[in-house]
């Protein structure tokens, strides 16, 4: 069983940035693929970043060019840095871990943190 708990969410106006956390229970974190969706209003659950366990990283196209998905594997955390957020950004984001896979909506979750950009 792995706990996932992620922070850094709120309320930021257009163009502005945030940083979320997700600290993993994981004792061997690093094979785990690490991901952040969200879920808008009234949307379906997306898939945003994710970073495999291999190294790689992999992003929604709505994204690229403005989300910065890291991990740091001796602190158990998975970071997404988000740079000139839009309106259509605002969604619960949460953290996902799975050790076999990525993308597929398998694995452990987070409770979710709410983003919101407005004026």
């Known amino acids: 069983q792995v706990q996932l708990v992620e922070s850094g969410g709120g309320l930021v106006q257009p163009g502005g940035s945030l940083r979320l956390s997700c600290a993993a229970s994981?004792?061997?974190?690093?094979?785990?693929?690490m991901a952040w969706y969200r879920q808008g209003p009234g949307k379906q659950r997306e898939l945003v970043a994710a970073f495999t366990k291999f190294g790689s990283t992999h992003y929604a196209d709505s994204v690229k060019g403005r989300f910065t998905i890291s991990r740091d594997d001796a602190r158990n955390t998975v970071y997404l840095q988000m740079n000139n957020l839009k309106p259509e950004d605002t969604a619960v984001y949460y953290c996902?871990?799975?050790?076999?896979?990525?993308?597929?909506?398998?694995?452990?979750w987070g409770q979710g943190t709410q983003v919101t950009v407005s004026s």
């Open positions: 994981a004792s061997i974190f690093r094979a785990y693929n």
């Open positions: 996902n871990a799975d050790p076999r896979t990525w993308g597929t909506e398998s694995g452990y």
